[in-house]
Structures are given as structure tokens and as C-alpha cells.
């Protein structure tokens, strides 16, 4: 099975960044398509960002686009969210989640990490 370990999220003031990171164990890493999720109290789960596994292109929910950015380096197994000019409505626990050969942006994540609290204060 495949093991996702996030690291990187904290605490940080309003407009400060976070650079978000997920380890895969995965020794055929490049042919998944890669999502950052989020969830905030009392909400559900929405992603955020993710990475097609097959041309590296990028999906990103309207709130976070010119912000944030989703990378991979497939050489690490490693997936990344550079966060910038965080705000408030950013706080939530952040989850890292890997879709085998995905078709789309939103479904097929079949194995997810841990998650890691991102605050941002005002």
C-alpha cells in the first residue's frame, strides 16, 4: 500500500506563508495524480490542489489560485503546496491524498496522509 506522511503546517499571521510537504512511499509515484485537501471545522472535505500524474498539469480551487501552487518532484516521491499570502479562511487541516492513473481532479484518491494543522492568524 501506499504511505503519505505530510509535514510543514503551524501556526503563521495573516499574509505570512507555509510550504506544505507529503513524502510517498510509492516506488510508481509518477503515475499518480497527487491532491492537496482541506478541512475546516464543522466543513467538509474540499480539495485544493492537485497534479495530473500524467502531464504535470494543475488544478487549483478559485479561492487559492495566484497563491497558492502544487508541485511534484517524482525523483523524491514528494508532492509540495507553497502557500503565500495566507488568510484566515486557509485554517484547516491539510491532507495529502494520491489517485492511482486519475481521470479527473476529484475522485479516485484511494490512499491519504495524516494531515497537518495549518492556523493562520489575524
Known amino acids: 500500500q501506499v504511505q503519505l506522511v505530510e509535514s510543514g503546517g503551524g501556526l503563521v499571521q495573516a499574509g505570512g506563508s507555509l510550504r506544505l510537504s507529503c513524502a510517498a512511499s510509492?516506488?510508481?509515484?509518477?503515475?499518480?495524480?497527487m491532491g492537496w485537501f482541506r478541512q475546516a471545522p464543522g466543513k467538509e472535505r474540499a480539495l485544493v490542489a492537485a497534479?495530473?500524474?500524467?502531464?504535470?498539469?494543475?488544478y487549483y480551487i478559485g479561492s487559492v489560485k495566484g497563491r497558492f501552487t502544487i508541485s511534484r518532484d517524482n525523483a523524491k516521491n514528494t508532492v509540495y503546496l507553497q502557500m503565500n499570502s495566507l488568510k484566515p479562511e486557509d485554517t484547516a487541516v491539510y491532507y495529502c491524498?494520491?489517485?492511482?492513473?486519475?481521470?479527473?481532479?476529484?475522485?479516485?484518491?484511494?490512499?491519504w496522509g495524516q494531515g497537518t494543522q495549518v492556523t493562520v492568524s489575524s
Open positions: 491524498a494520491a489517485a492511482w492513473q486519475a481521470v479527473g481532479w476529484r475522485t479516485g484518491y484511494d490512499y
Open positions: 510509492a516506488r510508481t509515484f509518477r503515475m499518480y495524480t
Open positions: 497534479i495530473n500524474w500524467s502531464d504535470d498539469s494543475t
